[in-house]
C-alpha cells in the first residue's frame, strides 16, 4: 500500500527579506521624524539575522515598526522573528538583534511529535534535522495532522512542504 507524506517546516525567504530591510531603510533615510537619528537597519544573510540601530529606544521602536510593515507587506511571518533585547552601543545609542528562524527547533519539533502521536491517529511522525516528516495511508489522516498543527499555538512559524501523495 503506497505511502503519502509531508514535511512541517520553518523556513523564511531570504531574499524577500533583503528587499523588505532595503525598503525600510530607503523610508528611514527620507522620513522626516527618522532622518537626523542616524538610524540603520542591516541584514547579515550569513548570519541570518537583522541588526537595527537607534540612537535611544523611542526611534528603535519606530525602526523596527517600519521593518515589520515592509515585512508584512512582503508577506514575510512576523512569528518567524526573534527579538533580542537592545543592547547599548558607543555613543549612548542603542543595538537590537533580531534573528530569522530557519528551521525547527528541538524542543518544538519535539512538541510536535508528541502532539501528533497524541492525536491517535494513524500517521508516523519523525524529527528529521530541523523539520518533521509526517506519512500515513490515509490522505484524510494527513490532512487532520495538518489541521491539528495550525490549530495549536508553537509560536514559531510552520509551513507544510513536500507534500507527496500516491
Known amino acids: 500500500m503506497p505511502t503519502n507524506s509531508f514535511d512541517i517546516v520553518s523556513r523564511i525567504d531570504l531574499q524577500e527579506v533583503?528587499?523588505?530591510?532595503?525598503?525600510?531603510?530607503?523610508e528611514i533615510q527620507t522620513r522626516y521624524d527618522l532622518k537626523s537619528t542616524h538610524s540603520s537597519i542591516e541584514l547579515d544573510e550569513a548570519e541570518s539575522k537583522i541588526v537595527v540601530?537607534?540612537?535611544d529606544d523611542f526611534t528603535r521602536r519606530s525602526v523596527v515598526e517600519v521593518l515589520e510593515q515592509k515585512l508584512v507587506r512582503r508577506q514575510v511571518p512576523l512569528k518567524g522573528l526573534v527579538h533580542a533585547e537592545p543592547q547599548p552601543a558607543a555613543g549612548s545609542s542603542l543595538v537590537q538583534q533580531i534573528r530569522l528562524q530557519q528551521g525547527i527547533p528541538m524542543e518544538k519539533a519535539r512538541e510536535i511529535v508528541?502532539?501528533?502521536?497524541?492525536?491517535?491517529?494513524k500517521v508516523q511522525s519523525s524529527i528529521q534535522g530541523d523539520q518533521v516528516r509526517v506519512s500515513g495511508k490515509k490522505l484524510d489522516d494527513l490532512q487532520s495532522v495538518m489541521a491539528l498543527v495550525k490549530e495549536k499555538d508553537f509560536d514559531i512559524?510552520?509551513?507544510?512542504t513536500n507534500y507527496r501523495g500516491n
Open 18 to 26: 533583503n528587499n523588505a530591510v532595503h525598503q525600510a531603510s530607503k
Open 157 to 160: 512559524h510552520l509551513e507544510f
Open 53 to 55: 540601530k537607534a540612537p
Open 114 to 121: 508528541k502532539l501528533i502521536k497524541n492525536a491517535k491517529l
